[in-house]
């Protein structure tokens, strides 16, 4: 079993900053890559940033320059850093990670998500 925990959502204001924190956990050989989707009412889930083991990262065109994803040394938790929030930021956020399991399958894990609310 692996688990995904995420912090740190909440209201802020427009202009304000939040910074969302993702641990995985149990049974993990290694992890591919881990990243955060979010999901606004009404609409689709859409990628927010992705880092990957190497060190790459990638981020939705909406948040370039405002959104910083990051990793502790060990790699098993990640963050997101959410800079000048507007309140189109408002969704649900996931954590999402490709894990090899202890059954050396790669498979995408998700959180539980978080809600990120920004009043104009």
């Known amino acids: 079993q692996v688990q995904l925990v995420e912090s740190g959502g909440g209201l802020v204001q427009a202009g304000g900053s939040l910074r969302l924190s993702c641990a995985a956990s149990?049974?993990?050989?290694?992890?591919?890559?881990m990243g955060w989707y979010r999901q606004a009412p009404g609409k689709q889930r859409e990628l927010v940033a992705v880092?990957?083991?190497?060190?790459?990262?990638n981020y939705a065109d909406s948040v370039k320059g405002r959104f910083t994803i990051s990793r502790d040394n060990a790699g098993n938790t990640v963050y997101l850093q959410m800079n000048s929030l507007k309140p189109e930021d408002t969704a649900v956020y996931y954590c999402?990670?490709?894990?090899?399991?202890?059954?050396?399958?790669?498979?995408?894990?998700w959180g539980q998500g978080t809600q990120v609310t920004v009043s104009s």
């Open positions: 149990g049974s993990i050989v290694s992890i591919n890559a």
């Open positions: 999402y990670a490709a894990i090899i399991n202890r059954s050396w399958s790669l498979s995408a894990y």
């Open positions: 880092i990957r083991s190497g060190g790459s990262t």
